[in-house]
């Protein structure tokens, strides 16, 4: 079985490589096709995890892999190491008991967590209590909010993404961003893989 996975690099403030985005794709075609969010997670899990490329996926840097909530819920974390993971949860994952019940323990566990496209709601403000990273999408959001976040929550290691331009970048890092993604930096790369079995990547 043919699988590939898209990686797009987060840099420090210093633009060295911290960590990558791993992005499911269906070919080499460099875009998200709607394939269903549960097999595209399983399938870049197998890809940047257990196939031949793994290693040449992740180069040694941390993986942040989106999870929807329902693979999150089934804790299908737990076969990645979690010095190697960060888990990301997709912006429509709702922080209810359930949900918050697993960052708990996926936290006592070693994971980091990461939280996708963060904006100030009463339940998303329970998730960022518990993440490691608040990643804040430049696209969405206007330069008050991204500074008021970052005040929010200078403690926990933001991230800016989507940025696309040398200003952004510059405003980011002055309001105490500490990472930062986007095509100003890197578009996605894809990494293909051709020799995983279908039944391997079923298990």
């Known amino acids: 079985m043919d699988l590939f996975v ?7 403030v210093d633009q060295r490589v911290h960590g990558y985005e791993l992005l499911f794709r ?9 394939t269903e969010e549960n097999q595209a997670t399983s399938r870049v899990i197998a890809t940047s995890f257990f196939s031949p490329v793994a290693e040449s996926v992740r180069q040694g840097k941390l993986a942040f892999v989106n999870f929807p909530r ?16 960060v888990v990301e949860l997709l912006e429509q994952v709702e922080p209810d008991p359930e949900v918050l019940d697993v960052c708990h323990r996926m936290k006592q566990r070693g994971y980091r967590l990461a939280v996708d496209d963060f904006v100030f709601e009463p339940q998303r403000r329970k998730l960022a ?7 804040v999408d430049f696209r969405f959001t206007s330069p008050e909010v991204q500074a008021k976040i970052a005040k929010t929550y200078r403690k926990t290691q933001l991230l800016a993404e989507k940025v696309e331009t040398q200003e952004e ?23 293909a893989s051709q020799d995983l079995t279908g039944s391997k990547l079923n298990y």
């Open 169 to 191: 970048f510059e405003r980011a890092r002055d309001q105490g961003y500490s990472y930062f993604q986007g095509y100003f930096f890197a578009r996605p790369a894809i990494v």
């Open 26 to 34: 269906s070919s080499l075609t460099n875009a998200f096709d709607g």
């Open 6 to 12: 898209a990686r797009q690099p987060i840099f420090d």
């Open 70 to 85: 329902k693979l999150f819920l089934e804790e299908a974390f737990s076969i990645l190491p979690p010095q190697e993971t």
């Open 129 to 135: 209590a518990l993440a490691d990273y608040i990643k």
